[in-house]
């Protein structure tokens, strides 16, 4: 089946610590994302991209940092710079552009900062 | 700036009767409107959408909404809820913010159900 697995699925931090959350995709889509949620706050962007090599700042890439070497994987690192870390983290993809078509999300990373 | 507004930080009706979330849109053009439904400690699935043509859409679980552009409005129903409706329900625009397309999220409808 077609779809995009995220993981883990719960994942525990040390402050200080640097973290990598995967994401990977079988969909064929060019355009992948990360999102975070907290409560109350909706989902707000962090990073995306469009093709393979090249990525975007979304509105709070500060503290984390991404790579796109292949069109499937999309891994998020929080590194010890995110002062807030503690949060669920969305990947979804796309096939292009987001404004005309839609997203599908993983199932999420729920990291938390002991 | 574009933005998305859902006003309902927590709805409770009971199982059988109607349904409606309420959206509002900030958006210069004609917007690509979304609403999405999350259960708990999962991800995000695509209840519709609306890119253009009969205002009114359908989607999957018996959820409708209606894009009326007078009021910059998309409004989520559902004539009757059933108890696995309970989730979190989230409207989102798709918008061009700088050399960014992305969609931009409310802050979501915690949906109760009560038998």
């Known amino acids: 089946d077609g779809g995009i697995t995220q993981s883990p699925k719960y994942l525990f931090r040390k402050e200080g610590q640097n973290v990598t959350l995967s994401c990977e995709q079988n969909l064929n889509h060019d355009a992948m994302y990360w999102y975070r949620q907290d409560p109350g706050q909706g989902l707000r962007l962090i990073y995306y991209s469009q093709i393979v090599n090249d990525f975007q700042k979304g509105d709070i890439a500060e503290g984390y940092s991404v790579s796109r070497e292949k069109k499937e994987s999309f891994p998020l690192t929080v590194t010890s710079a995110q002062k807030n870390p503690t949060a669920f983290y969305l990947c979804?993809?796309?096939?292009?552009?987001?404004?005309?078509?839609?997203?599908?999300f993983g199932q999420g990373t729920r990291l938390t900062v002991v | 700036a574009q933005s998305v507004t859902q006003p309902d930080i927590h709805i409770t009706v009971s199982e059988g009767a109607s349904l409606e979330l309420r959206c509002n849109y900030s958006y210069g053009a004609t917007p690509y409107l979304f609403w999405y439904v999350q259960s708990p400690g999962q991800g995000l699935q695509l209840l519709l959408k609306?890119?253009?043509?009969?205002?009114l859409v359908q989607g999957i679980k018996g959820f409708e909404a209606e894009f009326k552009r007078s009021q910059s409005s998309f409004n989520l129903r559902k004539p009757s809820v059933h108890w696995s409706d309970a989730a979190e329900y989230f409207c989102a625009v798709g918008a061009i913010r700088g050399a960014t397309n992305k969609l931009i999220f409310g802050t979501g409808t915690l949906l109760a159900v009560q038998p």
């Open positions: 979804a993809s796309s096939i292009a552009g987001v404004m005309n078509t839609e997203a599908f």
């Open positions: 609306y890119f253009s043509g009969d205002t």
